[in-house]
Nanobody, 114 residues
Framework: QVQLVESGEAWVQPGGSLRPSCKAS????????ITWYRQAPGKQRELVAS???????DYSDSVKGRFTISRDNAKNTVYLQMDSLKPEDTAVYYC????????WGQGTQVTVSS
């Protein structure tokens, strides 16, 4: 059974950094696109960052230059380095993998506040 497990919820002050992780139960994560989404209260889920099998990445305009997606193939884990965090980055962050079917993690709460 395919599972995606995100790291635990976290809180940080504005301007701080966090690096949530997404560990996959399947191997060869480099063969499949992995995407981070987020959903803030009262808003629709939105794409944050995606990494392709080639290793190239895409980012939403709201996080470009502040967030970096990466993967460790040996650990079957994808990371989202989040720097210069803002209160508007507060959301539940979800990991998504597209294999033959699409899979989602359970989500992890990220809170940015002073």
């Amino acid at each position: 059974q395919v599972q995606l497990v995100e790291s635990g919820e976290a809180w940080v002050q504005p301007g701080g950094s966090l690096r949530p992780s997404c560990k996959a139960s399947f191997e060869n994560i480099n063969l499949n696109p992995i995407t981070w989404y987020r959903q803030a209260p009262g808003k629709q889920r939105e794409l944050v960052a995606s990494i392709r099998s080639s290793g190239s990445a895409d980012y939403s305009d709201s996080v470009k230059g502040r967030f970096t997606i990466s993967r460790d193939n040996a650990k079957n884990t994808v990371y989202l380095q989040m720097d210069s965090l803002k209160p508007e980055d507060t959301a539940v962050y979800y990991c998504n993998a597209k294999l033959i079917l699409e899979y989602w993690g359970q989500g992890t709460q990220v809170t940015v506040s002073s």
